[in-house]
């Protein structure tokens, strides 16, 4: 395999290793693709403060988050159905991060549970991203079970009341739960070293990828009027909804999904101990707005009474530092370490996490930061967004 230097060559061998439909799914947006482009194009026009003469040629990249502390300030972000771009693929998710001493959330949506997960990835920190259930008592049940895993943290995704318009996806026939078609199979079958290496070893393993953390009687749920509504995605989840889950959880709680001073005001008094401001790598509201425009109005509205992450759009290691500087602790990266694991497994993963590491330094060294504070407090030459 060629080398993997950049984001865009780790895109590419995730595309040649999956199916078309399974490959869009990860990599695209929604509707017309407009939040991608803007998430994009407002990181871009960000410009750092050149600083020479530093002495520095080394930069100290420690993080402290909620009490702890991280060599880094990056979170694998939560991902359904990583489990398919690799067999076990979230146990190697975790793997990765773990590896990097990072936070791995994992997806409500995954295919391998989290009790599978922390068997397969005993040392890592695990966080479970919640979609809140229709059935609440089944949701319930997901928490106590994510406790008894030894999560510590939990991100409440609130930017998906629906299902998104993802047109392509009915394009490809890829759905999920996946109902079979002409061009579905097609496509699958056009990937054989992918339908080998992860669905057959599914089937002869553990059987047919499904929703690991749906209850066994939904499981086997193959087309999709067989989805029950217990496990649907409660559409009409409010602020009541986070205070009885704060009742509920005496770890930390995120609320991922926020992109407005507003919500950010209402999530500190709903008890919560952080925030992701993200757009959901712009693949739900097309017409939201990006995070890198709204993060320093939300830091100086609730910075100091809340830890505040960021994420979408990051493919560079001065991506992160553009999120740090505008007022995020840490930030997620979702797609960048799941073209890795497409690519090269748990290696892959890993090597597109270290990537984005060593860019991060790189780019320190040239502002002439001795550690993230330092480059925080000075870092931003023009930006186009309100300075903090
Ligand atoms: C996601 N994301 C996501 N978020 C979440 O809260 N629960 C989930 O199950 C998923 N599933 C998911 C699947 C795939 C394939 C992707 C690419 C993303 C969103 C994710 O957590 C994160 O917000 C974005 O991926 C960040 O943008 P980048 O880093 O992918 O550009």
């Given at each position: 395999m060629a080398r993997l230097l950049n984001a865009e060559d780790f895109r590419g061998a995730a595309r040649k290793r999956l199916p078309k439909g399974l490959f869009e799914y990860i990599d695209r947006g929604t509707e017309a693709e407009l939040a991608m482009a803007d998430i994009r194009h407002s990181l871009d026009r960000i410009k750092f403060k050149q600083s020479v003469l530093s002495g520095q040629s080394q930069c100290d990249m420690t993080t402290e988050l909620f009490d702890r502390s991280y060599p880094t300030p990056l979170i694998v972000a939560p991902t359904a159905l990583a489990g398919l771009v690799s067999y076990d693929g979230e146990v190697k998710l975790a793997r990765a991060a773990s590896r990097l001493q990072i936070p791995f959330c994992v997806s409500t949506q995954s295919v391998t549970s989290i009790e599978g997960i922390r068997k397969g990835a005993p040392d890592s920190e695990l966080w479970l991203q919640l979609y809140v259930w229709k059935n609440r008592e089944l949701t319930w049940q997901l928490l106590d079970r994510a406790r008894n895993a030894g999560v510590s943290t939990l991100v409440i995704t609130v930017d998906t009341p629906l299902s998104p318009k993802r047109e392509y996806n009915q394009h490809n026939g890829f759905s999920v739960p996946f109902v079979p078609s002409v061009r579905g199979v097609v496509d699958?079958?056009?990937r054989p070293a992918w339908l080998g290496s992860v669905?057959?070893?599914?089937?002869?393993?553990?059987?047919m990828p499904s929703y690991a953390h749906y209850p066994a009687e939904f499981k086997t749920a193959i087309t999709r009027d067989a989805v029950a509504q217990d496990v649907q995605i409660e559409s009409g989840l409010g602020w009541d909804d986070i205070a009885q889950i704060r009742d509920r959880w005496s770890g930390k709680i995120i609320i991922k999904g926020i992109l407005s001073e507003k919500d950010a005001v209402q999530s500190v008094k709903a008890g919560a101990d952080g925030i992701v401001v993200s757009a959901h790598g712009g693949r739900?509201?097309?017409?939201?707005?990006?995070?890198?425009?709204?993060?320093?109005?939300?830091?100086?509205?609730?910075g100091e009474k809340i830890a505040i992450m960021a994420d979408s759009g990051v493919r560079r290691g001065s991506d992160v530092l553009k999120y740090l500087a505008l007022g995020s602790r840490s930030v997620l990266v979702g797609r960048l370490p799941l073209y890795g694991l497409a690519a090269a497994g748990e290696e892959g993963a890993f090597d597109a996490l270290s990537m984005l590491m060593d860019e991060m330094h790189s780019n320190l060294i040239f502002a002439g930061a001795k550690n993230l504070e330092d480059f925080k407090k000075n870092a931003i030459a023009s930006s186009g967004h309100p300075q903090r």
């Open positions: 699958v079958l056009s669905m057959m070893r599914y089937s002869m393993t553990s059987g739900n509201f097309d017409v939201a707005p990006a995070p890198a425009n709204v993060l320093p109005g939300i830091a100086a509205a609730v």
